[in-house]
Protein backbone atom coordinates (compact mmCIF):
# COMPACT_ATOMS: atom_id res chain seq x y z
CA UNK A 1 0.00 0.00 0.00
CA UNK A 2 2.76 2.27 0.68
CA UNK A 3 4.79 1.52 -2.74
CA UNK A 4 1.35 2.64 -4.10
CA UNK A 5 0.93 5.97 -2.42
CA UNK A 6 4.30 6.83 -3.48
CA UNK A 7 4.03 6.08 -6.69
CA UNK A 8 0.99 7.90 -7.14
CA UNK A 9 2.42 10.84 -5.36
CA UNK A 10 5.39 10.38 -7.87
CA UNK A 11 3.32 10.11 -10.74
CA UNK A 12 1.79 13.15 -9.58
CA UNK A 13 4.70 15.37 -9.35
CA UNK A 14 6.02 14.24 -12.95
CA UNK A 15 2.59 15.69 -14.15
CA UNK A 16 2.96 18.89 -12.16
CA UNK A 17 6.09 19.21 -13.49
CA UNK A 18 5.21 18.31 -17.42
CA UNK A 19 2.80 21.46 -17.20
CA UNK A 20 5.38 24.60 -15.98
CA UNK A 21 5.65 27.32 -17.60
CA UNK A 22 7.88 26.68 -20.78
CA UNK A 23 8.67 28.93 -23.70
CA UNK A 24 6.28 28.47 -26.65
CA UNK A 25 7.28 26.46 -29.64
CA UNK A 26 8.34 28.68 -32.22
CA UNK A 27 5.17 28.09 -35.00
CA UNK A 28 6.54 26.62 -38.00
CA UNK A 29 7.11 28.73 -41.37
CA UNK A 30 3.62 29.33 -42.77
CA UNK A 31 3.33 28.83 -46.55
CA UNK A 32 2.73 31.52 -48.60
CA UNK A 33 -0.36 33.78 -48.41
CA UNK A 34 -1.56 34.62 -51.95
CA UNK A 35 -0.56 38.00 -51.62
CA UNK A 36 3.03 37.24 -51.14
CA UNK A 37 5.57 36.52 -53.82
CA UNK A 38 7.29 33.05 -53.12
CA UNK A 39 10.86 31.87 -55.44
CA UNK A 40 12.58 29.12 -55.17
CA UNK A 41 15.36 26.94 -56.89
CA UNK A 42 16.41 23.79 -56.85
CA UNK A 43 15.80 20.60 -58.64
CA UNK A 44 12.23 19.56 -60.04
CA UNK A 45 11.01 15.79 -61.75
CA UNK A 46 7.42 14.81 -63.63
CA UNK A 47 5.62 12.03 -62.73
CA UNK A 48 5.78 8.68 -64.44
CA UNK A 49 3.16 7.94 -66.48
CA UNK A 50 1.62 5.09 -63.96
CA UNK A 51 0.08 7.79 -61.53
CA UNK A 52 -2.06 9.15 -64.60
CA UNK A 53 -5.68 8.74 -63.88
CA UNK A 54 -4.85 8.30 -60.01
CA UNK A 55 -6.12 10.93 -56.63
CA UNK A 56 -4.42 14.25 -56.13
CA UNK A 57 -3.44 15.41 -52.67
CA UNK A 58 -6.30 17.54 -53.18
CA UNK A 59 -8.42 15.08 -54.46
CA UNK A 60 -8.56 15.87 -58.33
CA UNK A 61 -7.64 12.95 -60.76
CA UNK A 62 -3.96 12.97 -61.90
CA UNK A 63 -4.03 14.34 -66.12
CA UNK A 64 -0.78 14.07 -67.06
CA UNK A 65 -1.51 16.17 -70.25
CA UNK A 66 -2.50 18.92 -67.87
CA UNK A 67 -0.19 21.94 -66.58
CA UNK A 68 -0.01 21.04 -62.82
CA UNK A 69 2.57 20.15 -60.24
CA UNK A 70 2.98 19.11 -57.08
CA UNK A 71 4.55 21.13 -54.42
CA UNK A 72 4.92 20.61 -50.17
CA UNK A 73 3.68 23.84 -48.60
CA UNK A 74 2.43 26.04 -51.46
CA UNK A 75 -1.60 25.97 -51.46
CA UNK A 76 -3.80 24.19 -53.99
CA UNK A 77 -4.62 26.27 -56.75
CA UNK A 78 -1.23 28.74 -56.64
CA UNK A 79 -0.21 29.20 -60.00
CA UNK A 80 3.44 28.98 -60.21
CA UNK A 81 5.96 29.72 -63.30
CA UNK A 82 8.92 27.10 -63.74
CA UNK A 83 11.94 28.00 -64.95
CA UNK A 84 14.30 25.57 -66.95
CA UNK A 85 17.69 26.90 -65.58
CA UNK A 86 19.53 25.10 -68.62
CA UNK A 87 17.48 26.44 -71.49
CA UNK A 88 15.10 29.22 -69.99
CA UNK A 89 12.43 27.51 -71.07
CA UNK A 90 8.95 28.33 -69.07
CA UNK A 91 5.76 26.97 -67.94
CA UNK A 92 2.90 28.03 -65.93
CA UNK A 93 1.63 25.21 -63.44
CA UNK A 94 -1.44 24.61 -60.97
CA UNK A 95 -0.47 23.20 -57.33
CA UNK A 96 -2.94 20.52 -56.97
CA UNK A 97 -1.20 17.83 -55.11
CA UNK A 98 1.89 17.01 -52.45
CA UNK A 99 5.56 16.35 -53.32
CA UNK A 100 8.01 15.63 -53.91
CA UNK A 101 9.23 13.46 -51.36
CA UNK A 102 12.65 12.85 -52.71
CA UNK A 103 15.07 14.79 -51.19
CA UNK A 104 16.90 17.86 -53.10
CA UNK A 105 13.96 18.13 -55.22
CA UNK A 106 11.09 20.96 -55.09
CA UNK A 107 8.62 20.07 -57.57
CA UNK A 108 7.21 17.32 -59.34
CA UNK A 109 5.89 18.58 -62.77
CA UNK A 110 2.92 16.60 -64.61
CA UNK A 111 4.20 14.99 -68.23
CA UNK A 112 3.16 17.90 -70.17
CA UNK A 113 4.84 20.85 -67.75
CA UNK A 114 8.09 18.52 -68.33
CA UNK A 115 7.40 18.42 -72.04
CA UNK A 116 7.25 22.47 -72.72
CA UNK A 117 10.29 22.40 -70.39
CA UNK A 118 12.90 19.70 -72.70
CA UNK A 119 13.08 17.32 -69.75
CA UNK A 120 11.62 14.39 -70.70
CA UNK A 121 14.76 12.79 -71.53
CA UNK A 122 17.25 13.79 -68.92
CA UNK A 123 14.28 13.34 -65.79
CA UNK A 124 15.46 15.67 -63.47
CA UNK A 125 16.35 19.61 -64.21
CA UNK A 126 17.33 22.48 -61.81
CA UNK A 127 14.68 25.20 -62.33
CA UNK A 128 13.57 28.60 -60.58
CA UNK A 129 10.12 28.25 -59.05
CA UNK A 130 8.03 31.97 -58.98
CA UNK A 131 4.40 31.92 -57.66
CA UNK A 132 1.99 34.32 -59.88
CA UNK A 133 -1.09 36.77 -58.58
Do not use: W
Not at 81 to 91: F, I, L, S
Amino acid sequence: MRLTRFTALLLLALLVSGCADRQPAQPAKAPPTTQERFSQSGKASYYARMHHGQRTANGETHDQNALVAAHRSLPFGTRVRVTNEQNGKQVVVRINDRGPFRRGRIIDLSRAAAAQLDMLKSGVIRVRIETLP
